[in-house]
Every structure is written in C-alpha cells, then in structure tokens.
C-alpha cells in the first residue's frame, strides 16, 4: 500500500476537478439550475433528470453541503454522511448490520421483516445509483467528465496497491482514450452505493489488485491502511529475502519495520502482498548480482563521469530503473521492492 499525499499540487487539481464535475452532474440528475460557468460541457449537455426520484433523495442532494461532503469528503467523513444519509431513511441503520442487504442477491435469504425493510431499500439504492452514477463515468462514450480525466490528473504512474505495474493514462492526440488505472472502491460500491464517486474511494490501482486480489473486500479503517490516510505505511513493511538451501531456490518475504502496525499486517495479508512478490526472482537475483560488482563508490564514480551533473538520485535511477527517495516510489513500479533489497545488500547513500 502506497500513501497518497491530499497535498502534493495533482491530487488537489484532481479533488477539485472531481468536485467541480460531479456537483455539476448531480445538479442535473435533479434538475438543479446549471453552475455559473456558461462553458461548463455537462450543464450544457443533455443528461437528463432522473425520473421518480423519493422526495427525501431529491432534498438531500439539493443540499451543497451535502454533495460536496459526499463527494470531496475524507474517508472517515465519508463513513458519516453515508450512515446519516441511510438513518434519514431508515431509522434503525446501521452499516456493519445493514451492508449485506445492500447486496441484491442477499434479499431474497432474509427475514420477513428485513425483506419488506430492504425492498423499500431497494427503491433509493435504485435512486441513488441514478444520481451517483459510476457506469457514467467510465463508460468510454462519456465526452463530459470521464474517468481518464480523473486519471490523467492524478498522474499516478504505478499501482497505488502493490506498486509493480504501470497504470499510466494515455490518450492520443486526436482524444482516443487508451488505456487508465481502474479505480478500485475502497468502501465496495454494492455495500455503499452512495460513496460510489467519492474521491477518496476511489484509489488507481492495476486490474490484478482490484479484481483479482482486493475485488469487493470490505476494509475498515481501524485495522487496514488507507491511501489517503495512513502516513507512515510505506515505513510499516520492508521487504527481504532468504534462500532455501534444501529447495536451491530464493524466498521473497514482508518483513515488519520498527514502524510497523496491525493495520499494514492486516492489509497487506488482504492485498496478498507476500504471495505476488515472491514470483519476482529474476529480479531478485540481477539485484543480487549487481551487489557482486558493486562498490560503495561506483555511484560517485558515475556521477563524476558526468561532471557531476546528475544527482545521486539521478544515477541511481539510472542503474537500476527506480526511484531512490520513496515519496517518489509511486512513479516506477518495483521501486519501494528494489529499494528495500539493494539497502539490505549495502547499496545506498
């Protein structure tokens, strides 16, 4: 799990073009007059209103307030909203007893009482997945607000999740749309329908990690690491290796830091991290073999070939294809993998 900073100059470009579009979609799935912005591309679109939508809906989302909390709020703001959202309605909601109805399928299994209590529920998840609506936002005809505009923005270039594939966004010049990270729900979509858009669950991450690993895993944040929240969690694991003499062969392992916490134990268990990293070996032992030609001032030595022109940093992103200072991990994939092996090798400042 890799930190993402709510501070650095992209994320907060991101945030407030999230905000700015989806306020403005919002505004037209209930009829609200258009933004002030005459050039705005989606109150000049044609999305329509959306139709037969409860009263207690239409008022809720006719609050600014509540839009933007529901939209722009912090992870555990967005935990708040959702649960005051839901007790408007149904007195007696809470979320850890109420989410496995949110799952259609699970209706039918239920109580008497529970069946006539979600069928009503039924209804305003219908009406909320109208207004908040994700399949709008990355369906490929969307021309308005898209998610590779989210995407290009947060220009995150590696897996927030496990760092080891490129999520890039590239659009050609003519406005095709190429490829994106997929946006993996944080808090799943099917349990919390209305924090389907907000930006803070939605984390770039590769398609192994969201689909075939995390997929609709239900994470809280009080025992897992949240992007956007948990400072410190590239310093709660580092990784190692052993070499098994009875098999001839090496072990990739997590290890815990001197930081380490339950939270990034138990996430990391979750995103399997201990599993898909042992599968890079080669990498492992061309890191190794660098070791056996390295001296501790081979870097200095290329710098000095360069007439000291290139930083330390520069170098040694240079040699071996990632990034030295760790606020910079996200932008190569191995990086925070092959940092913590060549420092345990004795390569580093």
């Given at each position: 799990?890799f930190?993402?900073?709510?501070?650095?100059?992209?994320?907060?470009?991101?945030?407030q073009?999230?905000?700015?579009?989806?306020?403005?979609?919002?505004?037209?799935?209930?009829?609200?007059?258009?933004?002030?912005?005459?050039?705005?591309?989606?109150?000049?679109?044609?999305?329509?209103?959306?139709?037969?939508?409860?009263?207690?809906?239409?008022?809720?989302?006719?609050?600014p307030?509540n839009?933007?909390?529901?939209i722009?709020?912090?992870?555990?703001?967005?935990?708040?909203?959702?649960?005051?959202?839901?007790?408007?309605?149904?007195?007696?909601?809470?979320?850890?007893?109420?989410?496995?109805?949110?799952?259609?399928?699970?209706?039918?299994?239920?109580?008497?009482?529970?069946?006539?209590?979600?069928?009503t529920?039924?209804?305003?998840?219908?009406?909320?997945?109208?207004?908040?609506?994700?399949?709008?936002?990355?369906?490929?005809?969307?021309?308005?607000?898209?998610?590779?505009?989210?995407?290009k923005?947060l220009?995150?270039?590696?897996?927030?999740?496990?760092?080891?594939?490129?999520?890039?966004?590239?659009?050609?010049r003519?406005?095709?749309?190429?490829?994106?990270?997929?946006?993996?729900?944080?808090?799943?979509?099917?349990?919390?329908?209305?924090?389907?858009?907000?930006?803070?669950?939605?984390?770039?991450?590769?398609?192994?990690?969201?689909?075939?690993i995390?997929?609709?895993?239900?994470?809280?944040?009080?025992?897992?690491?949240?992007?956007?929240?948990?400072?410190?969690?590239?310093?709660?694991?580092?990784?190692?290796?052993?070499?098994?003499?009875?098999?001839?062969?090496?072990?990739?392992?997590?290890?815990?830091?001197?930081?380490?916490?339950?939270?990034?134990?138990?996430?990391l268990?979750t995103?399997?991290?201990?599993?898909?990293?042992?599968?890079?070996?080669?990498?492992?032992?061309?890191?190794?073999?660098?070791?056996?030609y390295?001296?501790?001032?081979?870097?200095?030595?290329?710098?000095?070939?360069?007439g000291?022109?290139?930083?330390?940093?520069?170098v040694?992103?240079?040699?071996?294809?990632?990034?030295?200072d760790?606020?910079n991990?996200?932008?190569?994939?191995?990086?925070?993998?092959?940092?913590?092996?060549?420092?345990?090798?004795?390569?580093?400042?």
């Amino acid at each position: 799990m890799f930190y993402i900073n709510s501070t650095s100059e992209n994320i907060v470009l991101a945030k407030q073009l999230h905000l700015e579009n989806m306020r403005c979609y919002i505004n037209r799935k209930i009829g609200a007059p258009n933004c002030p912005n005459n050039q705005c591309l989606i109150c000049k679109s044609g999305i329509r209103r959306a139709n037969n939508l409860p009263k207690k809906i239409e008022e809720f989302f006719s609050d600014p307030i509540n839009v933007e909390y529901v939209i722009a709020g912090e992870p555990e703001d967005l935990l708040l909203i959702n649960e005051e959202f839901w007790k408007s309605i149904f007195p007696s909601y809470q979320y850890t007893n109420w989410k496995p109805f949110f799952d259609i399928n699970n209706i039918k299994n239920s109580s008497a009482y529970i069946s006539n209590m979600t069928s009503t529920m039924f209804i305003y998840i219908r009406a909320v997945k109208q207004i908040i609506n994700y399949d709008w936002f990355i369906d490929i005809d969307n021309k308005y607000y898209h998610a590779y505009d989210l995407s290009k923005t947060l220009a995150r270039n590696t897996c927030t999740y496990c760092n080891r594939v490129y999520t890039s966004t590239m659009i050609t010049r003519k406005g095709k749309r190429l490829m994106r990270p997929t946006f993996d729900h944080w808090f799943p979509k099917f349990q919390a329908p209305l924090l389907a858009m907000s930006f803070h669950n939605l984390i770039p991450s590769c398609s192994y990690c969201n689909s075939s690993i995390k997929g609709v895993t239900d994470l809280n944040l009080t025992e897992n690491t949240h992007p956007y929240v948990d400072t410190t969690q590239l310093n709660d694991f580092s990784f190692s290796y052993m070499y098994l003499n009875n098999l001839d062969e090496y072990r990739i392992y997590i290890k815990a830091s001197e930081f380490s916490s339950v939270k990034a134990y138990n996430t990391l268990q979750t995103l399997k991290m201990n599993e898909i990293y042992d599968t890079h070996h080669d990498e492992l032992k061309d890191l190794i073999k660098i070791k056996t030609y390295y001296s501790d001032t081979y870097i200095d030595q290329i710098r000095d070939l360069f007439g000291k022109k290139l930083s330390y940093d520069e170098v040694y992103r240079l040699l071996f294809g990632v990034e030295y200072d760790s606020q910079n991990f996200y932008k190569k994939p191995l990086s925070k993998f092959k940092h913590d092996i060549l420092s345990s090798l004795g390569i580093k400042k």
